[in-house]
């Protein structure tokens, strides 16, 4: 299994911006993983956001956020980003990150459905 900590959430007011890191602990080299990131607002279920192939060759968006967001990976450092440009109120929520695979059409988590803590974001109107 893989841990991950999840850090960079607060509060910001619409049009805001956030960045966050995910730091990453594994047997395997980070490099090997594909990565991303998921939310889950307030009595809401689980939802994709953002994921990062290994190295970084290929990057993916939910539409939600896709021009707002930008994911990034730093293998040196087994560290994910992902920075957040033009908050608004919908997307608050508890971020997390997670090694993932992509099948049937969506990103899923690949750490046998282990996750990290969790980084709230609120974004205030």
């Known amino acids: 299994q893989v841990q991950m900590v999840e850090s960079g959430g607060g509060l910001v007011q619409a049009g805001g911006s956030l960045r966050l890191s995910c730091a990453v602990s594994?047997?395997?080299?980070?490099?090997?993983?594909?990565m991303a990131w998921f939310r889950q607002g307030s009595g809401q279920g689980r939802e994709f956001v953002s994921a990062i192939t290994r190295s970084g060759a290929s990057t993916d968006y939910a539409d939600s956020v896709k021009g707002r967001f930008t994911v990034s990976r730093d293998d040196a450092k087994s560290m994910m980003y992902l920075q957040m440009n033009n908050l608004a109120p919908e997307d608050t929520a508890v971020y997390y990150c997670a090694p993932a695979n992509f099948r049937a059409g969506t990103w899923y988590n690949s750490n046998d459905d282990v996750w990290g803590p969790g980084t709230q974001v609120t974004v205030s109107s």
């Open positions: 594994a047997r395997s080299p980070f490099s090997w993983y594909n």
